[in-house]
């Protein structure tokens, strides 16, 4: 009974940090520019797809392939806020419907890019195994939830200590005291954005050795044939 439950806790802590690392994006995002974006879900898809191609075709280093997941997810990032949501800046309504935009493009886009079959890569880590008393679980799993607690300790001092994040925080209680004061909202924002995709890439590469790599578009094909 105890061995099942420490097992369960386990797998709980793991899903649960990849959803900490989508969540935490998010409510980055809607914290400081108040959009509400629904293609965040595609956005840590895509950082698996990105994970994947740079593992297998470019780099076959894992670590430096969830690096350049999250600096092209970033970079994917920056491209929506100025490009998308900028220009429907406080119109929520719009907002909305752009974002659920977003969802078919990235779908579609991944589909196009990657095909409409799920990828699957391995990982060293996914087959090493630590023991914990009788149970044994894969070191990507206990990875994982490292990441993530180091992760949120550094969103956490960063936005806290740094004067960027300072910038950050005050932006998201009142935009137009901060530009009073001098503060890029501008830069704040598209910066936001950057962070919060980037995260969700996180969540997508860590994820990805575990699960087979697809989105919902790829699933509806391939029931199709």
């Known amino acids: 009974m105890t061995e099942a439950l420490t097992e369960q806790i386990i797998n709980g802590l793991m899903i649960g940090s990849i959803y900490v690392l989508v969540a935490l994006g998010l409510v980055l995002i809607y914290g400081v520019m108040h959009v509400v974006n629904f ?39 920056i491209a929506i806020e100025r490009g998308v949501f900028r220009p429907l800046a406080g119109n929520l309504r719009n907002q909305v419907i752009a974002s659920l935009g977003l969802i078919l493009a990235i779908e579609n886009g991944a589909v196009a890019l990657w095909g409409p079959n799920a990828l699957q890569f391995r990982v060293a880590t996914t087959d090493m195994l630590v023991s914990l008393g009788s149970l ?82 790829s699933t509806r094909l391939n029931s199709s044939h």
């Open 39 to 77: 293609a965040h879900g595609g956005l840590f898809t895509l950082g698996g797809y990105f994970a994947h191609f740079f593992y297998t075709r470019v780099l076959d280093s894992y670590v430096l392939s969830i690096v350049f997941s999250m600096i092209t997810l970033a970079l994917v990032g």
């Open 136 to 217: 044994r679980f894969s070191l990507h799993h206990l990875g994982i939830i490292v990441i993530t607690l180091g992760m949120v300790t550094l969103l956490g001092l960063f936005l806290k200590f740094t004067r960027f994040g300072t910038a950050i925080r005050a932006t998201s209680q009142s935009r137009e005291a901060a530009m009073v004061v001098g503060i890029p909202v501008e830069r704040v924002h598209w910066s936001t954005f950057a962070i919060g995709t980037a995260l969700a890439a996180l969540g997508g590469a860590l994820i990805g050795p575990l699960f087979l790599v697809l989105d919902r578009k």
